[in-house]
């Protein structure tokens, strides 16, 4: 069973609030979507960054881990500088890299987005939230699961070497798993497979087991 783990500070599901006040980006008309790199609904900023295809399949650790379709999965993540839209004050009013997909007929999710920075004091990881159907997933009281996922340090390094990705390397170098808060318990679980290159981009994949 992928292991809960916290939301964190930025989670835009409707359980806390900037400056503006609560933020429920899941309201938002457009955030199903399978491409999560622009803003929708009139905010127009893009985020740039080494492409990612990012897969999730669901199964149920209760039933031999057959696959859950027709769950909700809302993803989010940091911006090759490390910033979170609706929070970080220089893209406060943007909501990119945040999006919701309904899993398939085998239990998968797919996120186009990009290789996430590296902030200092976390690993490199992506949030998702899991909602037993799309009608659900409105507010972050009907989650039925939290939890991150990582990536390969070797990944990590090849991308933090372009200039697009600024401070993330020394952010990396001055923490590791086992000093990571969420990731010092273990990662096992939550590490994703990877595939491709700096050039090309990655594409990812992690298989999450939960208890429906």
Not at 200 to 206: D, E, F, M, R
Request: charged share 10%; proline share 4%.
């Amino acid at each position: 069973m992928i292991p809960e783990e916290t939301a964190g500070p930025y989670p835009g599901d409707g359980s806390n609030s900037n400056s503006n006040g609560v933020v429920n980006v899941l309201s938002l008309s457009g955030i199903v979507r399978s491409d999560i790199r622009s803003s929708i609904a009139g905010a127009s900023g893009v985020a740039s960054g080494v492409p990612l295809t990012m897969t999730l399949q669901l199964q149920n650790t209760s039933s031999s881990c057959t696959a859950l379709s027709g769950y909700a999965v809302y993803l989010w993540h940091c911006n090759a500088a490390g910033l979170y839209s609706l929070y970080s004050t220089a893209i406060i009013n943007e909501n990119y890299l945040r999006g919701v997909q309904v899993t398939d007929s085998s239990g998968r999710v797919s996120f186009t987005t990009i290789v996430p920075g590296c902030y200092s004091g976390r690993m490199p990881h992506i949030h998702f939230e899991i909602y037993r159907s799309l009608a659900s997933a409105s507010s972050a009281s009907n989650k039925i699961k939290t939890s991150q996922l990582t990536f390969p340090l070797a990944m990590c390094n090849s991308v933090y070497a372009l200039s697009a990705y600024s401070g993330s390397a020394s952010n990396l170098a001055a923490i590791s798993y086992a000093t990571d808060n969420v990731f010092s318990d273990g990662y096992s679980l939550q590490m994703a497979s990877v595939s491709g290159d700096v050039s090309n981009g990655y594409t990812a994949s992690l298989a999450v087991g939960i208890t429906p």
